[in-house]
DNA sequence: CCTTTAAGTTGCCTTTAGAAACGTTTTTTA
DNA sequence: TAAAAAACGTTTCTAAAGGCAACTTAAAGG
């Protein structure tokens, strides 16, 4: 659709184009609650319908979503979220959490418990092999397996590594 | 600037309205590569100068980049991530994580290395706040202490807690 | 059977994205 | 130090996408 370059070589970009997109995410976010209805979709979101009804067909597409008749002629659906899309829930989270320290201070409007202990789950972190969370300035990206051309000439490219050193505050 | 309900005052609508753009996750990836300056922007991504200019513009009234002048004039600059920024590191490291696992078939064309042990990084996981991993039906959601009325109501909709059941497989 | 609800589609208008050209201000380099 | 090139946007124009309301068709409910 838009890039140029080795974009869509990039697992990031890969990701961005299934759910780059300001209604996509909040669309999953509803379906984490357990919606699964056009109408509940809608009316929860306020999404407009001709959008909503794009936005689902792209996430089936992209096997996110599976839209499920609930009639033999197929119209009446339900969108259920599949294994892949159930794994973006690691993405919600950590926009949440994200979300919750810099835009609300601290102060979340919804906090996750967890049943296994009935505490409020754990921040996510990065993390290496043996559980140590990283910072920023402690990991460097290299060329996997998957990499083409394109990419190790970029990752060369890269300075410091990632994130090679950023700057300032501000605060929120 | 949508929406329409209670959506902003969720976490994830927040950090959605500040970074939910094809582009604007693209920039900021290049940025944890060290690209500061317009120009390698606009070359990296193929983006249109306008949409770039708008998009850093954007960012920087978030708090997530700071626009540092070169000359005492004002023109020539760099982009620079602030703190806020830098925490998106996390989001942009789950966001590959699926891509690699979900498009990329578990061959990733980029790997994360830790500089604390030179292995691959972990998968980000949600873990509970004894460090146990939580699968999507092992946590639900409650008001926390910055909750209004309008998302203490929606919860209360909220049948079975987080993700309550999803189905089907279709895998890759 | 008649009414209501669900799930879209269609048509129209507004907003945003993309491409190319232009104008300045810095930095090179000859 | 003068001329050329590079950096950083802004402007203009066109194409694509988003938003809104009305309309259609198919089930469900009574």
Redesign the pocket.
């Known amino acids: ?2 890039s ?1 370059n080795e974009t869509m070589s990039c697992s990031v970009a890969r990701a961005v184009d299934a759910i780059g ?3 996509t995410v909040l669309i999953l976010r509803e379906a984490f609650w357990g919606v ?7 009316a929860n979101l ?12 792209r996430l089936a597409a992209h096997g996110i979503l599976e ?1 499920v008749s ?10 259920h979220l599949t294994r892949k899309g159930a794994d973006l829930f690691r993405v919600l989270v950590v926009l949440m959490q994200w979300g919750d320290r810099w835009t609300h201070d601290g102060e979340p409007p919804v906090r996750l418990i967890a049943r296994t202990n009935g505490e409020p789950i754990a921040e996510m972190a990065v993390r290496d092999s043996d559980g140590r969370a990283l910072g920023l300035m402690e990991m460097r990206p290299e060329p996997g397996p998957g990499a083409n051309d394109a990419t190790r000439r970029r990752l060369a490219a890269v300075p410091g590594g990632a994130g090679s050193r950023y700057q300032s505050d501000r605060s929120t």
Do not use: C
Request: glycine fraction near 12%; charged fraction near 35%.
């Open positions: 659709m838009h140029g997109d300001r209604w699964r209805r056009f109408e509940s979709f809608q306020g999404i407009a319908r001709n959008v909503l009804s794009d936005r689902l067909r839209r609930l009639t033999p002629g197929g119209k009446r659906a339900e969108y």
